[in-house]
């Protein structure tokens, strides 16, 4: 079975505070995903990445960024939390092997205070 | 306009009836298709994936696709209140096939 894993289930932070979230897949998958989801809104992709050291914007990249230094890892960083990224983040990975299905990560809540 | 639509419900329909989700799509060049669960706190989990015009059986489940109408839809057969969920369409938006648009989902409610 794919596992995707996120290093935390829940997390509150302080406005300003440099934030990151950790995604680590074990299915040797070449590609990962960062979304955020809210009421009313849905999924939106914030960056995603092919490759090891690539990545590109999603539809929702501002305010966000992200690291892959390794293919298992990819990482969002939030570089000055705001209120307005209160929210589920979820990572999903994929391969073409796989028919380009995503799974996904069990979540992390955050709460910027 | 949106790229992927659903109604977001609810959608309510006793036990053992058929639900139909539908969801509708902008971009012709899509070729890949998938539907999520997803419930509530959960993250989402695939249920079906269809790629060709036609229908896809799997179990209770059947997904169909119509490109020249962009639409695919989602039966569930004999619906269980288990079966009570957010369902998301999603579709591929790019020639590589890995790029993902979500539909803002369909909430299913199984009556007992």
């Known amino acids: 079975d794919v596992k995707v894993t996120q290093s935390s289930r829940y997390l509150v932070k302080r406005t300003g505070e440099k934030v990151f979230l950790e995604c680590v897949q074990d299915?040797?998958?070449?590609?990962m995903f960062w979304y955020r989801q809210d009421p009313g809104l849905g999924l939106r992709l914030i960056y995603f990445s092919y490759d090891v050291k690539m990545k590109e914007k999603g539809d929702i990249p501002e305010g966000y960024s992200v690291s892959r230094e390794k293919k298992e890892r990819f990482s969002l960083i939030l570089e000055s939390a705001s209120t307005n990224q209160t929210s589920m983040y979820l990572c999903?990975?994929?391969?073409?092997?796989?028919?380009?299905?995503?799974?996904f990560g069990p979540g992390t809540r955050l709460t910027v205070l | 306009q949106k790229e992927v639509e659903q109604n977001s419900g609810p959608l309510s329909v006793p036990e053992g009836a058929i639900a139909s989700l539908n969801c509708t799509y902008s971009d012709r060049g899509s070729q890949s298709f998938f539907w999520y669960r997803q419930y509530s706190g959960k993250s989402p989990e695939l249920i079906m994936s269809?790629?060709?015009?036609g229908d896809k059986e799997d179990g209770r489940f059947t997904a169909q696709l119509n490109k020249a109408s962009q639409y695919v839809s989602l039966l569930i057969r004999d619906s269980q209140p288990s079966d009570s969920a957010t369902y998301l369409c999603?579709?591929?938006?790019?020639?590589?096939?890995?790029?993902?648009?979500f539909g803002p989902g369909t909430r299913l409610s199984v009556l007992p």
């Open positions: 299915m040797d998958h070449e590609n």
């Open positions: 999903a990975s994929s391969a073409p092997t796989s028919g380009d299905t995503q799974y």
């Open positions: 999603a579709v591929n938006r790019d020639n590589y096939g890995q790029n993902f648009v």
């Open positions: 269809i790629y060709s015009n």
